[in-house]
Every structure is written in C-alpha cells, then in structure tokens.
C-alpha cells in the first residue's frame, strides 16, 4: 500500500547550521506531497506542498522539491533557528486522506 | 485561511466516564472530517473518517462503539470516548479541506490532550 518513510530523529542541530530532512513516498500514482509541521502541544500546520513532479514547495526559508526519479521530497533549510524546533512530517495525498510518515523532531540549540 | 477549531485542549475524566471532543470548521463547511490519534513518539494514527450526515468510516482496529462519531452539520464533527481507560489517554487531533481532492492540503485542529485517571 502507499507509504511514506522519513528520516529518524531526533535532530539536533545548533542555530544557523543547514537542515535536510529526508522523505521518499511509494509511487502508486502521483500524489501530491506535503510537510506539516508540529509545535509542542499544537496540532500540524501545513508547511509547505507540491503537486506535481519538479514542483519545489517552500515557506519560511524551507524548501522541498517533488522528485519522481527518485520518489523523495527532502526538506531543506539553509540556516535554522531556535524557533524551527519542532516535528516535521512527510505526507503524500492518498484516496483523499493523507499518508503520514512517522516524524521528525528537530531541536536546534543557541 | 481555513481554520479548524477543536475543543477541549485538554481534559482529565476518570476511567468509566465519557468524553466529548468537537471539532469546527470555522470559515468553511466540510462534509469529510478525519480524526487522528497520536501515540508517544510522534506516530499519527488515522482513526475515522467522518462523513455529513452519514456514518463515519472507521480504519481497522478502531472500536466504533467506543469512539463515537457524529457529524451532524457541515461545520461540526464530535468523537466521544466512551466509558474511558487509562489507555485511551492520547492527543487527539481532527482535520478537514476546505478545497475537494487530494492535491488540497488537510487543516488540523491543535489537538486535545486526553488523561484519564
């Protein structure tokens, strides 16, 4: 069935150090693809999307780019913030639902 | 942008109770909302998928008699735990689209944080 697979954490980088959350999908179809984004004792916040192979999503200084060659859609941050701690999620559209991956927390240190 | 608003953020009952938790769509109608459960380590769990006006979908494992869905307007959608353990305790979280189709993302409430005693 559809999957999503994400990167284990957790992640801990220090401020202004470059972020890569990896994220590869099953490829029944071509669902669209999302990262949400979990803040302590919040629900998810959409982060950012793609709905079609070489779309690059991004918002907030993060990107991720719809790769079909590969089946991946890898988050990305040039320099993170304290304030980006937080779970990331890998999601990809499937039979009008979302397919989640397990997460990622990320804690970045001053 | 749509907002989903869920309701309690966090509630405590004692084991043999029922709880409620609502969950709004506040600026557009949803006739599909779906309720997740999150486990410790992050694991998001789909539960049900609740439908407008019709019975809720569950996914397998899940007891429809002890997690009651009803959906009975276009804006609001309710899952009752019934007769509550300990175990049932968990951040449960309800979303919606408010565009159809897969490529529109979901809108998430900021969960409710169940303890039962």
């Known amino acids: 069935g559809d999957s999503v697979t994400q990167m284990e954490g957790p992640v801990t980088l220090s401020e202004e150090a470059f972020l890569t959350i990896n994220c590869t999908y099953t490829?029944?179809?071509?669902?669209?693809l999302f990262w949400y984004v979990q803040y302590p004792g919040e629900g998810l916040q959409l982060l950012l999307k793609?709905?079609?192979?070489?779309d690059k999503g991004s918002n907030k200084g993060f990107e991720a780019t719809y790769r079909k060659e590969t089946t991946s859609f890898h988050l990305e941050k040039g320099s993170v913030q304290v304030s980006d701690s937080a779970v990331y999620f890998c999601?990809?559209?499937?039979?009008?639902?979302?397919?989640f991956g397990k997460g990622t927390k990320l804690s970045v240190k001053p | 942008g749509a907002v989903v608003s869920q309701h309690p953020s966090r509630v405590i009952c004692k084991s043999g109770t029922s709880v409620k938790i609502e969950c709004r769509s506040l600026?557009?109608?949803?006739?599909?909302m779906f309720w997740y459960r999150q486990f410790p380590k992050q694991s998001l769990m789909l539960m049900a998928t609740?439908?407008?006006?019709?019975?809720?979908?569950?996914e397998q494992g899940v007891e429809k008699d002890k997690f009651l869905i009803n959906h009975a307007s276009l804006t609001l959608s309710t899952l009752t735990v019934t007769s509550a353990h300990p175990e049932d305790s968990s951040f449960y979280i309800c979303?919606?689209?408010?565009?159809?189709?897969?490529?529109?993302?979901?809108?998430f409430g900021n969960g409710t944080r169940l303890t039962v005693t």
């Open positions: 609740s439908n407008e006006g019709s019975k809720a979908t569950y």
């Open positions: 490829a029944t179809g071509y669902p669209s």
């Open positions: 979303s919606a689209r408010d565009l159809p189709g897969d490529n529109s993302p979901l809108h």
């Open positions: 600026d557009f109608q949803a006739t599909t």
């Open positions: 999601a990809r559209g499937s039979q009008g639902n979302l397919i």
């Open positions: 793609a709905t079609k192979a070489d």
